[in-house]
């Protein structure tokens, strides 16, 4: 069993700058692929960016590339987050999830756990 818990959300003038965290319990998630997703009312789940289970291979949604940057600490049990040049479409809940192995990481139904959540409010 592995329990995330999200951080790092909150109000921002868009061209700034947020830093997402993701703390997890349990041994599964050093070992496997992470992501963060995010979600606004009324809409699916959006995969945002993912990352191998060693950090070596990113993958990102077309919509961020060159402004965020995801990361991990695997000694700290830590998924982040860093988001650049924030845009008002930017605004939604923000989740992290730990996926199955052997799936592709960009679908949200491949992820086993979720953390609950952190809003990204991007002002214009």
């Known amino acids: 069993q592995v329990q995330l818990v999200e951080s790092g959300g909150g109000l921002v003038q868009a061209g700034g700058s947020l830093k997402l965290s993701c703390t997890a319990s349990?041994?599964?998630?050093?070992?496997?692929?992470l992501g963060w997703f995010r979600q606004t009312s009324g809409k699916e789940r959006e995969f945002v960016a993912a990352i191998s289970w060693n950090g070596a291979v990113t993958t990102y949604a077309d919509s961020v590339e060159d402004r965020f940057t995801i990361s991990r600490d695997n000694a700290k049990n830590t998924l982040y987050l860093q988001m650049n040049n924030l845009k008002p479409e930017d605004s939604a809940v923000y989740y992290c999830?730990?996926?199955?192995?052997?799936?592709?990481?960009?679908?949200?139904?491949?992820?086993?756990?979720w953390g609950q959540g952190t809003q990204v409010t991007v002002s214009s």
């Open positions: 999830g730990v996926a199955r192995a052997g799936t592709s990481t960009r679908r949200a139904q491949n992820y086993d756990y």
């Open positions: 349990g041994r599964t998630f050093s070992v496997s692929a």
